[in-house]
């Protein structure tokens, strides 16, 4: 457990999740990254904002508690085997992690899910989403997103063989300028209050949104995305790092 005493109005919970067993990249949260384990970026983030009362690493495996604890982190308790699987969505982690602090009289009116393969994320992102989720009264909870490069509405599916067609033939020939833009989740970090968590059907309809540039928005699941995170860490400057663009 890692515990700031803020005199904080609102008691707020981070919890990272990092299971182990990943496929795609070997031991992936704590993988190397530009000399660091790949978790390491998502905690110092945290830390930075100096938001949270307590932060949690939630993990099945001790090679990755051991790494958390010697970045200074370490895990009040592990994930059961029945919550690490590969079918586990991460509202029952959440909410399991939650009761378990509840359990010892630990108390939280907020739970930010920090991923830790978020290399790109900053201290800033935290603050200002916590700032607008507050501000909003907690009313829904808070995503990060990024804009899409195109329009959906330009899509095409893949067909197999070589082939693809346009989701919506006739939307190919609107300009741009005259669409509206879409947004993706990232998979930075999302924010909860207590009572969405408590809901059993927590809706996602409508959400409070964060905004991040593309730039700092790479979904690392294969090695190809972690080279290319990679690079674009590289790539930045120290401002480009706290919003402004890259190189």
Sequence with gaps: MHVFSLGLTMRRL???PARGGSKRIKNKN?????????????LEAVSTSRLFDCV???TDSSQIAAVSASLGYPVDFMRPANLSDDFTGL???LRWVVS???STGMLFDTVTCVFPAAPLLL?????????????SKCKYPLLSFSEYPVPLEWAFRDLGQGVCCPINQEML??????LSPAYYETGCFAIYSIEHLRAGNLSFSRTLAHFIPRHRSVDIDNPSDLEYAKKLYLSSTPNSRYGGEPL
């Design 14 to 16: 981070a919890i990272v």
């Design 30 to 42: 704590i993988t190397d990254f530009l000399g660091k384990p790949l978790i390491s970026y998502s």
């Design 56 to 58: 949690h690493v939630s």
């Design 91 to 93: 509202l029952p982690v």
């Design 100 to 102: 378990e602090y509840e």
């Design 123 to 135: 201290a800033d992102d935290l603050i200002s989403a916590n700032a607008h989720f507050e501000q």
């Design 173 to 178: 020939s609107v300009r741009s300028q005259d």
